[in-house]
């Protein structure tokens, strides 16, 4: 894992999803747009997602489709959110450093 959990207020990972971007099979990190993204210098209102998925081993940032984000945010912070693929919308490669 790298330092990604430690700079990000995430608030719980998904269950192993295939990432869109590296192709390996992870569990993404979750958070939400207010939980400190902002801490990389990126504008979460350009984004028009309130859930968001980073791939831990290539940093990629997705946005997670509305329909899946409205489902998970009825759940605990603790629980592993299930995101399809398929829900996955690519933005951006973080400029995280190990
Ligand atoms: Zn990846």
Redesign the pocket.
């Known amino acids: 894992m790298k330092k990604t959990s430690d700079a990000i207020g995430f608030f719980g990972q998904s269950k192993p999803v295939a990432?869109p971007?590296?192709?390996?099979t992870?569990n993404m990190q979750m958070l939400r747009s207010s939980n400190g993204i902002g801490a990389f210098g990126i504008s979460v209102i350009n984004y028009k997602h309130d859930l968001f998925a980073i791939?831990p081993?290539?940093s990629?940032l997705f946005g997670v489709d509305r329909k899946v984000s409205r489902i998970e945010a009825r759940n605990t912070m603790d629980q592993y959110a299930d995101i399809p693929a398929e829900s996955l919308l690519f933005q951006q490669v973080l400029p995280i450093k190990e």
Request: with cysteine.
């Open positions: 990432c971007h590296c192709g390996k992870v791939c081993e290539c990629a």
